[in-house]
C-alpha cells in the first residue's frame, strides 16, 4: 500500500542552525501539506501546496519557513534559523486533490530538537 | 471559526471493556468533514474514518463504531472489547469550508490495561 514517508525520522541542531525536512508523498497525490506537534500537544496545521505554490499557510509559518517540491518526487519544509520553540515533530500529509473529499494520509514524522 | 474540543485527556480501560472517546466540534459551514486518527507509541498517525456532514448512518469497523450526531455537534469514536494494542492517542479532526486544512482537537490518550 502506498505511503508517506519521512526523513530523517529524528533531526538534532543547534538553535540558529538551517534545517530541511525532506517527505516524500503518494506518487499521484496533488496535495500536500505540513504540521507539526509540539511534545504532548496537538498537531497544528502549517502550510498546504498545490501546483508548486503555497495554497494556504497558517500563521505559525511565518518567513522563517519555506516549502518546495525540488523535483517529481520530494516535498520539503525549511527552518532557516532553528529557535528552541521550534522543537517539535513535523508531519508530511499528501491527498489526491485538495477537496474535503479526500483524505490526508500522515508520514511517520520527523522529530526535530533544537538544542 | 472552525474548533474541535475532545474533553476526556486520558482514559484508563482495562481489557475487553468497551470505550467511548468524545469529540464536539464546532463550524459554520453547512458542508464538512470529521475524521478520527490514531497515534501509537511510535508517533505516527493512523487514518481511521472520514464522515461528511450529511452522511449521520452510524458506521461499524470491526470492532470500531463511530456515532455522528448534527444535533450535538458530536462524532463519538467507541470501541468495544478493548485491546491493549489500542492503546494509543485518538484525534478528532474536522475540515470544511473553503480552507484545505485539518483541525485537530487535543487529542484522547487511551491506555488499555491488560
Known amino acids: 500500500e502506498p505511503e508517506v514517508t519521512q526523513t530523517p525520522s529524528h533531526q538534532v541542531t543547534q538553535m540558529g542552525q538551517e534545517v530541511i525536512l525532506r517527505c516524500v508523498p503518494i506518487?499521484?497525490?496533488?496535495?500536500f501539506y505540513w504540521y507539526r506537534q509540539i511534545l504532548g500537544q496537538k498537531v497544528e496545521f502549517l502550510v498546504s501546496?498545490?501546483?508548486?505554490?503555497?495554497?494556504?499557510k497558517s500563521e505559525i509559518f511565518d518567513d522563517q519557513f519555506s516549502v518546495e517540491r525540488p523535483d517529481g518526487s520530494n516535498f520539503t519544509l525549511k527552518i532557516r534559523s532553528t529557535k528552541l520553540e521550534d522543537s517539535a515533530m513535523y508531519f508530511c500529509?499528501?491527498?489526491?486533490?485538495?477537496?474535503?473529499?479526500?483524505?490526508?494520509?500522515f508520514g511517520p514524522g520527523t522529530r526535530l530538537t533544537v538544542l | 471559526a472552525q474548533k474541535v474540543t475532545q474533553a476526556q485527556t486520558e482514559i484508563s480501560v482495562v481489557e475487553k471493556e468497551d470505550v467511548t472517546l468524545d469529540c464536539v466540534y464546532e463550524?459554520?459551514?453547512?458542508?464538512?468533514?470529521l475524521f478520527w486518527y490514531k497515534q501509537p507509541p511510535s508517533g505516527e498517525l493512523v487514518f481511521l474514518i472520514r464522515?461528511?456532514?450529511?452522511?449521520?448512518q452510524n458506521e461499524i469497523s470491526g470492532r470500531y463504531s463511530w456515532n455522528f450526531q448534527k444535533s450535538t455537534s458530536s462524532f463519538n469514536f467507541t470501541i468495544t472489547a478493548s485491546q491493549v494494542v489500542d492503546s494509543a492517542v485518538y484525534f478528532c479532526?474536522?475540515?470544511?469550508?473553503?480552507?484545505?486544512?485539518?483541525?485537530f482537537g487535543t487529542g484522547t490518550l487511551l491506555a488499555v490495561q491488560p
Open positions: 501546496f498545490y501546483n508548486n505554490e503555497i495554497s494556504e
Open positions: 463550524t459554520r459551514d453547512t458542508t464538512y468533514y
Open positions: 464522515r461528511n456532514s450529511f452522511d449521520e
Open positions: 479532526a474536522l475540515y470544511g469550508g473553503a480552507t484545505n486544512k485539518l483541525i
Open positions: 500529509a499528501s491527498s489526491a486533490n485538495g477537496m474535503a473529499l479526500d483524505t490526508q494520509y
Open positions: 506518487s499521484n497525490h496533488l496535495y
